[in-house]
């Protein structure tokens, strides 16, 4: 077997010096912006590196130069080329396209190589990335491309050119993540099937850095400028001098690209993955679109705001400013008369339209507005009627808060993690969210209202009364024990176990009227106990917390010092 990556032998060839690396990509669908890694190599280089990405669907190492794109490549002057071909060489593409891997497919290769290194530069030979096919049983299939790429580690070796072997890491990682994890690096064709061949956003992301770790490895003079890509979860846990860089700057643009005309913006995406122009088209077709959602849930909205306000805070660039201000907009617009927030705006038919407190998502806009308020750094550029439009949508938040929390035999209690837009009343979400009290919940509400500077009597009484309910309700002398059951989905099974020992935890729902915990599958029938519940939802969903601990043995006692 040849070694996977060569030495690099002419490296020097290209006089970079302080000046920016320049790297020019030659390839098919796999390697260019629509559907390949390019974006994603484009990425995670800095502003030393320029990317010039002249790839283009269908063409193989033949139809490239025959229909005048490699034409392009001297004008660009590039310190780096890198050349990709394959997909569109292998039988049956056509005579304009095809080529014999051992034969016309490597002189083709090689003539590359050799008029790269006379324009100057210096030449990168990559290996197609695979089809992810599997058979029946998971197994991965090689494809047709295998001679391919291994007439290109041939070349590298005999011609002493520098080699990224992407066929065998696409291979390896394609293995690791079987047909399911692999199906998420792709696409969908116009059909609605999966695309084994083309990347998604993900794996236009992951390849990408594949490929851009590699060529740093094998090429000192951008290696320098080589970063990880920041993913979209971590973006907010920078150090505030890395929100001025160009990376930072990237991501942002990203997220005016993926905020709706309306200001807000859909969640559970990874908002700094690379962007190729067919994912930024579609995008562009979304902003107006009626039926593309816009929420509040899983700290969607009010994050991309507060990371945007971080990147102008950074930058000064106006268009940050602007996009945070398009987001503050549409909090105050979705915001109900009565202070509640629903979890999507445009209002959703079904428990999506009911004031949400679930996974702290009231909470987070709150939050965000108060920081607003108190003239955080960050909002600085924010002026005094912006101040008080977020004072006064907070005083109304703070007054829903407290008419929301349920009353159970005269004494205040807690909060439901979501309230009918309309009685306030404890309502509904998905089918095993029932009407309850909430031990998850409830903590960030009560945690925001001890974040109030001059509590009201009424806010205090809110506040002791909540606490007062987690202590009564607290759970002792049991532990969550994944237990080991071979045959099942996951392969475990969580249960319930005694041990006196254990720290205390909380139910995530307590029923109303009993304040006994509840636990409910599917079918929304209540159960009292978790192993009653089908495997599946026993299994996919948080029944037990530990939250309130922080809360009574912490946050509470500092609170009551100053109240």
Same mark, same amino acid.
């Given at each position: 077997?040849?070694?996977?990556?060569?030495?690099?032998?002419?490296?020097?060839?290209?006089?970079?010096?302080?000046?920016?690396?320049?790297?020019?990509?030659?390839?098919?669908?796999?390697?260019?912006?629509?559907?390949?890694?390019?974006?994603?190599?484009?990425?995670?280089?800095?502003?030393?590196?320029?990317?010039?990405?002249?790839?283009?669907?269908?063409?193989?190492?033949?139809?490239?130069?025959?229909?005048?794109?490699?034409?392009?490549?001297?004008?660009?002057?590039?310190?780096?080329?890198?050349?990709?071909?394959?997909?569109?060489?292998?039988?049956?593409?056509?005579?304009?396209?095809?080529?014999?891997?051992?034969?016309?497919?490597?002189?083709?290769?090689?003539?590359?190589?050799?008029?790269?290194?006379?324009?100057?530069?210096?030449?990168?030979?990559?290996?197609?990335?695979?089809?992810?096919?599997?058979?029946?049983?998971?197994?991965?299939?090689?494809?047709?491309?295998?001679?391919?790429?291994?007439?290109?580690?041939?070349?590298?070796?005999?011609?002493?050119?520098?080699?990224?072997?992407?066929?065998?890491?696409?291979?390896?990682?394609?293995?690791?993540?079987?047909?399911?994890?692999?199906?998420?690096?792709?696409?969908?064709?116009?059909?609605?099937?999966?695309?084994?061949?083309?990347?998604?956003?993900?794996?236009?992301?992951?390849?990408?850095?594949?490929?851009?770790?590699?060529?740093?490895?094998?090429?000192?003079?951008?290696?320098?400028?080589?970063?990880?890509?920041?993913?979209?979860?971590?973006?907010?846990?920078?150090?505030?001098?890395?929100?001025?860089?160009?990376?930072?700057?990237?991501?942002?643009?990203?997220?005016?690209?993926?905020?709706?005309?309306?200001?807000?913006?859909?969640?559970?995406?990874?908002?700094?993955?690379?962007?190729?122009?067919?994912?930024?088209?579609?995008?562009?077709?979304?902003?107006?679109?009626?039926?593309?959602?816009?929420?509040?849930?899983?700290?969607?909205?009010?994050?991309?705001?507060?990371?945007?306000?971080?990147?102008?805070?950074?930058?000064?660039?106006?268009?940050?400013?602007?996009?945070?201000?398009?987001?503050?907009?549409?909090?105050?617009?979705?915001?109900?008369?009565?202070?509640?927030?629903?979890?999507?705006?445009?209002?959703?038919?079904?428990?999506?339209?009911?004031?949400?407190?679930?996974?702290?998502?009231?909470?987070?806009? +709150?939050? *965000?507005? @108060?920081? =607003?308020?108190?003239? $955080?750094?960050?909002?600085?550029?924010?002026?005094? &009627? %912006?101040?008080?439009?977020?004072?006064?949508?907070?005083?109304?938040?703070?007054?829903?808060?407290?008419?929301?929390?349920?009353?159970?035999?005269?004494?205040?209690?807690?909060?439901?993690?979501?309230?009918?837009?309309?009685?306030?009343?404890?309502?509904?979400?998905?089918?095993?969210?029932?009407?309850?009290?909430?031990?998850?919940?409830?903590?960030?509400?009560?945690?925001?209202?001890?974040?109030?500077?001059?509590?009201?009597?009424?806010?205090?009484?809110?506040?002791?009364?909540?606490?007062?309910?987690?202590?009564?309700?607290?759970?002792?002398?049991?532990?969550?024990?994944?237990?080991?059951?071979?045959?099942?989905?996951?392969?475990?099974?969580?249960?319930?176990?005694?041990?006196?020992?254990?720290?205390?935890?909380?139910?995530?729902?307590?029923? +109303?009227? *009993?304040? @006994?915990? =509840?636990?409910?599958? $599917?079918?929304?029938?209540?159960?009292?106990?978790? &192993? %009653?519940?089908?495997?599946?939802?026993?299994?996919?969903?948080?029944?037990?917390?530990?939250?309130?601990?922080?809360?009574?043995?912490?946050?509470?006692?500092?609170?009551?010092?100053?109240?």
């Amino acid at each position: 077997m040849i070694p996977r990556f060569c030495v690099l032998f002419a490296l020097l060839a290209a006089p970079c010096g302080a000046q920016t690396v320049k790297i020019v990509l030659v390839g098919d669908s796999t390697v260019n912006d629509e559907g390949g890694w390019g974006p994603g190599l484009r990425a995670s280089f800095g502003p030393g590196v320029q990317v010039v990405n002249l790839a283009q669907n269908g063409r193989s190492s033949k139809s490239f130069r025959d229909e005048g794109w490699w034409a392009k490549v001297a004008p660009a002057k590039p310190n780096f080329v890198l050349i990709q071909f394959g997909h569109n060489d292998v039988a049956g593409k056509g005579p304009e396209r095809e080529t014999d891997p051992a034969t016309t497919y490597r002189a083709n290769m090689e003539r590359y190589v050799e008029e790269v290194r006379a324009m100057g530069a210096t030449p990168v030979l990559v290996t197609s990335i695979v089809r992810r096919n599997f058979d029946s049983q998971g197994k991965f299939q090689p494809d047709t491309l295998v001679p391919y790429a291994e007439a290109v580690r041939r070349l590298a070796v005999e011609r002493e050119v520098a080699l990224i072997d992407l066929y065998t890491l696409t291979r390896e990682q394609a293995e690791r993540l079987g047909p399911a994890g692999s199906e998420q690096l792709g696409r969908k064709d116009p059909e609605g099937r999966p695309d084994h061949t083309h990347l998604g956003p993900k794996g236009q992301t992951e390849i990408g850095i594949m490929a851009a770790r590699e060529l740093a490895r094998v090429a000192p003079q951008v290696g320098a400028s080589f970063h990880e890509l920041v993913i979209w979860r971590n973006a907010m846990r920078q150090p505030a001098a890395w929100y001025g860089s160009a990376e930072a700057v990237r991501i942002a643009d990203n997220l005016l690209a993926y905020q709706r005309d309306i200001g807000g913006w859909d969640k559970n995406i990874d908002m700094a993955m690379p962007l190729g122009t067919l994912e930024r088209a579609q995008l562009e077709k979304e902003k107006s679109d009626p039926e593309a959602h816009s929420t509040i849930d899983n700290d969607a909205t009010y994050t991309q705001m507060r990371y945007l306000a971080k990147v102008y805070t950074a930058t000064k660039d106006a268009r940050f400013a602007a996009g945070f201000r398009r987001g503050f907009e549409y909090l105050l617009k979705a915001q109900y008369p009565n202070g509640g927030w629903p979890q999507f705006y445009p209002l959703r038919d079904g428990y999506w339209s009911h004031i949400t407190y679930n996974d702290d998502a009231m909470v987070g806009v +709150l939050e *965000t507005l @108060r920081d =607003i308020v108190t003239r $955080r750094p960050d909002y600085a550029f924010l002026g005094d &009627a %912006e101040r008080a439009r977020a004072k006064l949508a907070i005083d109304k938040g703070v007054e829903c808060i407290l008419k929301t929390q349920v009353v159970q035999h005269g004494k205040l209690t807690v909060w439901c993690a979501q309230h009918d837009e309309h009685s306030l009343a404890p309502a509904k979400a998905r089918a095993y969210e029932l009407p309850s009290l909430s031990g998850a919940e409830s903590v960030g509400i009560v945690q925001f209202l001890m974040g109030i500077d001059k509590p009201s009597p009424e806010v205090v009484k809110a506040v002791e009364a909540a606490v007062a309910w987690f202590r009564a309700s607290k759970i002792t002398g049991i532990r969550i024990e994944h237990r080991p059951a071979p045959g099942t989905p996951k392969g475990y099974d969580d249960t319930v176990v005694e041990d006196p020992s254990a720290p205390p935890l909380w139910a995530r729902f307590y029923e +109303l009227g *009993t304040n @006994r915990p =509840i636990f409910s599958g $599917r079918d929304s029938v209540v159960k009292y106990t978790v &192993a %009653e519940i089908e495997y599946e939802r026993r299994n996919g969903y948080r029944w037990y917390v530990d939250r309130p601990a922080r809360l009574l043995d912490i946050d509470y006692p500092e609170w009551r010092k100053k109240h």
